[in-house]
């Protein structure tokens, strides 16, 4: 039987590999680079993935938003390219209509507007929300509150704003909750700064340069009317965001007489669809990681068999002898396969050790305050990652294994 703690056995293997050094390194390359490329890629891949969906974080997943667009087809009396809006009265029909949707909230935007402060200036959007649009797009507040049932109920002049605006109109401010700030000539008090980055996903505009006020004060101010820009949807349970639209969109056009083949007058935007093609994306990247990374395993899987086939033709003679004084061909089976496993497992050690310092150091770059992520394969990964180097270092040697023990000890003695 084969002795692990033999240290023969390791003075062996050692010394068979060191005499040929340059053919060694060569050979171990292959499984090097390709252990070194699988774990760097899937690192890289999975940390990618990662700070999207951090991007990406704070908008429910089963969210769903509807814009009024034109009509592109002739209905009930009324032409093409017809102009629509969608109603505080539209609101009501899905609550009514539509029991899958837990959440039917309207919006109305303010574009091209400046704040000021202090002598300073910043461009911004103006966006009326109702105090539920917080549970379909999480703020993030950093600093202060949100904004409540009370703020919109008394038609309150508060406001909760992006992290840019603070940046350039309180620069010296650590928490700007509670001052002022001047947009159209209305001062709005600060109650809360919204943490939400550009990168992410954002209705309207810029979240670090978007000021939330309260639907009615907007409403009110820019004598909005009863008219919605977009009307923002959560499903209930494991319902679809596209299924549930589907019923909001029949309920729209019958109610504003728009063809229901017309599939240009309501405007969709799903995220449940968004998180999905992120998730068939990455899926697609980390099959092809795969592919590559094991096609390079077994090219050097290959190369690793060619050198040890060479190896036991130069040990013909010693393998005769160790035939004659009773060596079993187990043993010689044995024998071959395990230096042929050191060899990849250190190979695929080394590239391994060397990819994950690699993924370290651009996690350090790459960290920052409120940026959370990480480029570090899981321990399920690497574990996996050993086996399959040392099947393969066992696959390899499993050819050359069986040569040496085919040959005979007379045969063996006889060779020069």
């Known amino acids: ?87 505080m009265d539209d609101v009501d029909r899905l609550r009514a209509s539509v029991p899958e949707l837990e959440i039917v909230t309207p919006n109305i935007y303010c574009w091209g507007k400046t704040a000021k402060c202090n002598n300073r200036s910043c461009d911004v959007t103006i966006v009326g929300i109702f105090e539920d649009y917080m549970k379909v797009d999480d703020p993030k507040i950093t600093n202060g509150r949100e904004l409540n049932i009370i703020d919109i109920e008394q038609n309150r002049k508060v406001c909760v704003v992006g992290s840019r605006i603070v940046e350039e109109l309180f620069p010296d401010e650590a928490d700007p909750c509670g001052k002022f700030i001047d947009v159209d000539s209305v001062n709005y008090r600060i109650v809360g700064v919204s943490g939400k980055s550009a990168n992410g996903i954002s209705i309207g505009g810029n979240a670090t340069k978007t000021v939330y006020l309260p639907y009615t004060t907007t409403r009110i101010l820019y004598n909005r009317g009863g008219d919605v820009d977009v009307l923002c949807l959560t499903a209930r349970g494991n319902t679809k965001m596209s299924e549930v639209q589907r019923k909001a969109e029949i309920v729209l056009k019958r109610a504003h007489f728009i063809s229901p083949n017309d599939t240009q007058a309501v405007f969709k935007l799903n995220t449940e669809e968004i998180f999905n093609m992120i998730d068939s994306l990455f899926s697609g990247v980390s099959v092809l990681v795969w592919m590559i990374g094991l096609g390079t395993l077994f090219a050097g899987a290959v190369g690793v068999s060619n050198i040890m086939v060479v190896t036991v033709k ?59 992520t990480s480029f570090q394969v899981s321990f399920q990964l690497a574990v996996g990652a050993s086996l399959l180097v040392a099947l393969l270092g066992g696959v390899a040697g499993l050819a050359p294994a069986m040569r040496a023990m085919s040959i005979k000890p007379v045969d063996a003695m006889r060779d020069e």
Request: no cysteine; net charge negative; glycine share 10%.
């Open 1 to 87: 039987m084969l002795n692990f703690f033999d240290l023969d056995l390791w003075e062996e293997i050692y010394d068979s590999l060191y005499r040929n050094k340059s053919r060694t390194l060569l050979t171990a390359f292959g499984i090097f680079w390709g252990v070194f490329m699988l774990v760097l890629l899937m690192g890289g891949g999975k940390g990618l993935e990662r700070m999207l969906v951090s991007e990406l974080a704070g908008f429910a997943t089963n969210s769903g938003f509807l814009f009024a667009g034109t009509t592109s087809e002739p209905y009930n009396g009324f032409s093409k390219d017809r102009n629509w809006s969608i109603t």
């Open 314 to 372: 130069e040990r013909t003679t010693e393998i005769g002898i160790r035939r004659a004084i009773g060596a079993r061909t187990y043993d010689i089976l044995v024998m071959i396969m395990f230096e042929s496993v050191v060899l990849t497992l250190m190979a695929g050690m080394s590239g391994m050790l060397l990819a994950v310092l690699i993924l370290q150091a651009v996690e350090t770059a790459v960290s920052g305050p409120g940026t959370v």
